[in-house]
């Protein structure tokens, strides 16, 4: 017959309070006593002094590692996440909590879970490649496949670059590491190359002479390689000719526009013809 309610209490106030908070715990919840109970607390504080102590060290160890913050940050949240479930873990097991059917479940909502989201999976993976191999860093102009701009941000799903007309552009991390990736910005320096025509009455001398001269004037130019210009084709009406000359990253384009126009005011100066296809029409 079920002890009356009136009675427990009398008997847990009349008792040892150690004794009569035993007798709860064994009526509540069977085999949790309070000397097990007191060991688990035990335990749970050893655990977190451990886990403590793992992540300090952890935390060093990563500092002298020469890798990216964000990457650093990562494995910080990864370990700190895997002790913490193993602390939970453990005090499961301290306390006679079954834990193996708690596993069993948690691996099934796992692989539910990864081939629902293999695609998000795909980027994550393809953004730790991207965070270790550094093909490019925030500032960086890259072009690919699906767009070009500057890097403005890059997580583990995906890479943001900002267009030079002011577009944002986000690009899965897993599809832009199947592509080609080209840094203009890597090295510091980008050669310009202009396709120029000039007329077959002009002489070569002459055509190079008002190029560098066009050269000479635009600021901006290394001198350190040289500018070059090249004869590459005979074309149908007119000599085919490449303008070659390196600058810093940021001074490639102000050196590019002008120089498109030096070259055209050399041109008009030197008397060299700069051809254009056109039609005559004869009227019978």
Known sequence: MDTPASELIENVTQADPASALDGLLQAGWGKLTVGRLLSALLLLLVCLAVVR????MTQRLVG???LDER???YILRGVRAFLYLLTALVMAGSLNI???SLIALVGVFGLAVSLAVQDVLGNVAGGMVLLFSKPFTLGDYVSTADGEGEVAEITLTHTKLDTPAGQRVMLPNSKLMAGQIVNYTVRGVRRADHAVSASYNDAPEAVRSAC???????????PDPAPQ???TAYGESS???RVRFWAKTEDYWDAH???LEEIHRAFAEDGVTMTYNHLNVHIL
């Open 212 to 222: 560098l001269k066009a050269l000479s004037r635009t600021p901006n130019i290394l």
């Open 71 to 73: 990457i650093k940050r």
């Open 64 to 66: 002298r590692a020469a």
């Open 229 to 231: 210009v090249v004869l």
């Open 239 to 241: 000599i085919e000719y």
């Open 53 to 56: 102590l793992l992540l300090g």
């Open 257 to 259: 526009f002008r120089s």
């Open 98 to 100: 079954d834990v193996s």
